[in-house]
């Protein structure tokens, strides 16, 4: 059973478009949601996460959409630049009681010049 | 932010040898460590939990004499990786928590690629 849904799997955006992926979560109990930057043969950066009781965060050009009821939340690249090209995960966890994160299988973004 | 630190970056072993992985954290303290494993173009799978001073917790499917997991102390854990193979061979990243925020962000190494021959 996958836990953490996110599409698409891959995604083409011309430069200073707009970047947008989707994730789905099975879980109630999971309360914190983030979103990892992943560049080949890195290990994956945290970019920015939100909790259920705000419907949307937003820090620079990356903006966190949360929807408690559908039990969505989505990842919003303002003015993608192509140096935003790397691999995107969402994830999600029962932040209060420190258990691990679930991660989604990943959007490869490319945003071409 | 947290930093946390891998070593080796890179290792090439013969099959049937064993690696060790180390993973620390540098500037704060972590009673709780996780390993994931990741194949290439794939997510990171959850391999275990590692708490300080106690044994790990294996995810199901994980064999837990095959990818031995010690948390010596509250900023080092180790993956040992025993009689490799070359199905063993992948990208191996170590995460951590602050022990006095537990809040659900995690920091990330810059992980372990393995390649077993």
């Known amino acids: 059973q996958q836990q953490v849904k996110q599409s698409p799997q891959s995604l083409i955006v011309q430069k200073g478009g707009i970047s947008i992926i989707n994730c789905a979560y099975e879980?109630?109990?999971?309360?914190?949601f983030p979103w990892y930057q992943q560049f080949p043969g890195k290990g994956p950066a945290l970019l920015i996460a939100?909790?259920?009781?705000?419907s949307e965060k937003k820090e620079g050009r990356f903006t966190i959409s949360f929807n408690k009821s559908a039990k969505q939340f989505s990842l919003h690249i303002m003015d993608s630049q192509p140096g935003d090209s790397a691999t995107y995960f969402c994830?999600?966890?029962?932040?209060?009681?420190?258990?691990?994160?679930?991660f989604g299988k990943g959007t490869t973004l490319s945003v071409s010049s | 932010g947290a930093v946390v630190s891998q070593h080796p970056s890179r290792v090439i072993c013969k099959s049937g040898t064993s690696v060790k992985i180390e993973c620390r954290s540098l500037?704060?303290?972590?009673?709780?460590m996780f390993w994931y494993r990741q194949f290439p173009k794939q997510s990171l799978m959850l391999m275990a939990t590692?708490?300080?001073?106690?044994?790990?917790?294996?995810e199901q499917g994980v064999e837990k004499d095959k990818f031995l997991i010690n948390h010596a102390s509250l900023t080092l854990s180790t993956l040992t990786v025993t009689s490799a193979h070359p199905e063993d061979s992948s990208f191996y990243i170590c995460?951590?928590?602050?022990?006095?925020?537990?809040?659900?962000?995690?920091?990330f190494g810059e992980g372990s690629r393995l390649t077993v021959l």
């Open positions: 995460s951590a928590m602050v022990a006095s925020e537990i809040t659900g962000e995690l920091f």
């Open positions: 879980n109630t109990a999971f309360d914190y």
């Open positions: 939100i909790r259920p009781d705000v």
């Open positions: 994830a999600a966890s029962i932040g209060q009681a420190g258990t691990a994160l679930i």
């Open positions: 500037d704060f303290q972590a009673t709780t």
């Open positions: 590692s708490n300080e001073g106690s044994k790990a917790t294996y």
